[in-house]
């Protein structure tokens, strides 16, 4: 039976299947052809289905941002990096057990107290896990500097009987979103050099350094001129939003939308829609640019409410009108929903759940 | 067993019981010492749990701003006011659903057209519903403007066989928020002057309009002092947030934090932790305030990272380390979690579910 997108109870969380599978063949095609792993980053969506996607399309893996991420993307099968420190030996002790239950796992490190606590949690549970080292390229976030306390760090991975050192992380945020494809790539050029100057260190201690993973739907282009660079971890190109979409250069289309309704038209110079601060991420300085009507300007209203002012408006808006809304950063707002829907054409093909693995066909 | 709140895996909400029985209890006792009902917005926490506590205290039911609200508050057997207009004939069967299952509702609407829908799903469902009439005070949010146009639609109403015509609903968004205690009495009371007007127009044709429910966290205190305000609406005065306690005058205790831990220390300057846009609501102009250590300056970092500058700390913070949180804003900051812990002292006394009414004891 044909479901239509405009029957969804909105706010909705939409994914349109043939920009999204053009946006993965797009990156993969572009990504194997240079001779790099693509390694997608799921905290951008959250969503088995969509990984399944990337990976059957050729991805090496997914990344993941955190501990539920990695449960919810090893439990359905796929070799999973988490790409964040961890500090707590709970969370060294899951890791370690989803080891143990034959998940395939790379965790990252910046300090030999992590180190040390994936190390006891591996002894106990009787494994022994993959880790990287974690550089920090410039962005002072996470990563350890990249100069002699890397090396250090490697060489106590390495030398710990639990734990097996299997190369090097390193990602720049700020290149990532930097605006301009020419001072993006000079920014990250400059922050990938720190990596590859460590990893010729490493290789020449005879450390196993040659993976070096990074980059970003900003830098993919860029950092796959890298020779050094092995895998690219790339995650809202699968999706879109307007930050990436303003940087200039990001060859992706938008993929993902908010459906909204017009709920109030009480005055003749605006409407009022059911999405606000709990439909749409208000973490970018820009709002939602809404798809299919020109001429009007977002303002943001409260947690369930937008207005539409309707400047110049491309055609009339009347109440229950359905709108979709580009958002303007993807990976947090996609963490707003429990679902996303898979439309093609207008149709709900399928209604896909993201992020808790408790919801995904356990008890 | 005694569990602590140290032991929860991070980032993780709580809610400090003790805060949240003397928000809900003050506030209780100053609106019935008024004279007033208190309906509090579980919008706020969307916790069948919290609001418990909220109704045995003496509240007469509570508001909702989401369908799937009014669905989880219906089912635990409260009384519900949908304060949001609906546009869209799937939910307003949804209500007349929910009506016909014997949930108690009240719901708004600020066009005739909303007034329509809910007619005919009423008659479809062989159900009567309690209509408010919105009012637009100001903000141009949602409401009727407070002119002929309020009392047409609220006869409009009343002349329906199935719908019941029941009171006026007067919120004013910007009141809430104004800075400064006078400030903002100036403002509501400009606000609630509209709304009134009306009233006693509606009255004067022999309307039902006795009831007038409004009012937030920002205003209980101002608006307990119109006589003709028969219901208060105030939501975040229970968990409270950084917003509301930088206003003014406000006099309730921040109930809930967000748990984070230290989770990289390679700068002397500077810690990060592992909470950032998806652990906290990004709407206001200013972040997360840390709990326990002063001398800090917080600053985004990412999707899961949050900086801590180190100014002049007033404890070391090593690599590990727990640190509360009180949110910049408790609504949306709530709508990030699937769960909320409740701890006395550093004790978890309970996991309470949030938000989805389909994890809350059903199949």
Redesign the interface.
């Known amino acids: 039976m044909h479901r239509s997108k405009l ?1 969804l ?2 706010p909705a969380l939409l994914v349109d299947l043939e920009r999204l599978e053009s946006n993965i063949r797009k990156l993969q095609t572009a990504v194997s052809a240079a001779g790099k792993h693509l390694r997608p980053h799921a ?1 951008a969506h959250k969503c088995v289905e969509i990984a399944r996607l990337q990976v059957a399309a050729g991805a090496a893996g997914v990344c993941v ?3 539920p991420e990695m449960e919810l993307m090893a439990a359905a099968g796929f070799h999973v990096l988490l790409t ?5 030996t ?2 060294t002790d899951r890791v370690a057990a989803l080891a143990r239950s034959g998940a395939r796992l790379r965790v990252v490190v ?2 030999r ?2 180190a040390a606590l994936y190390q006891d949690s591996a002894a106990r549970a009787g494994v022994t896990l993959d880790v990287l080292v974690d550089l ?1 390229v410039g ?7 990249c100069d002699e ?1 890397a090396v250090e760090l490697a060489r106590s991975v390495d030398s710990s009987r639990t734990l097996k050192f299997v190369g090097l992380q390193a990602y720049s ?1 700020s290149a990532s979103h930097t605006e301009g494809w020419e001072a993006r790539r000079n920014h990250s050029r400059r922050a990938m050099a720190q990596a590859t100057a460590v990893q010729r260190a490493l290789l020449a201690c005879g450390l196993d350094a040659s993976t070096l993973t990074g980059g970003s739907t900003g830098t993919w282009d860029i950092d796959s001129e890298i020779p050094e660079m092995t895998e690219l971890q790339a995650g809202s190109y699968a999706l879109m939003d307007v930050a990436y979409g303003r940087i200039g250069g990001v060859p992706f289309a938008p993929a993902m939308t908010v459906l909204a ?7 003749s110079d ?1 409407v ?1 829609v ?1 999405a606000g ?2 439909a749409f ?3 970018r300085p820009f709002g939602p640019e809404p798809v299919q009507v020109a001429g009007v300007r977002w303002e ?6 937008g ?1 539409l002012h309707l400047e110049n408006p491309s055609r009339r808006l009347a ?2 009108d359905r709108i979709e809304f580009v958002p303007p ?1 993807c ?2 707002t996609v ?2 929903y ?1 679902r996303i829907y898979a439309i093609r054409g207008d149709e709900v093909i399928a209604e896909w759940p993201l992020k ?1 693995p408790s919801l995904v066909g356990r008890p």
Chains 1, 2 share one sequence.
């Open positions: 029957d109870p909105t905290k941002a955190t501990m964040t420190p961890v500090a707590s709970a969370k910046d300090h107290d992590q920090d962005d002072h976030r996470t990563g350890i500097p306390r945020v309704t017009v709920i109030s038209i009480n005055h605006r009022t059911d601060f709990k991420s208000t973490d943001w209203a409260g947690d369930e409410h207005v109440l229950g950063h990976d947090p963490n707003l429990d808790y």
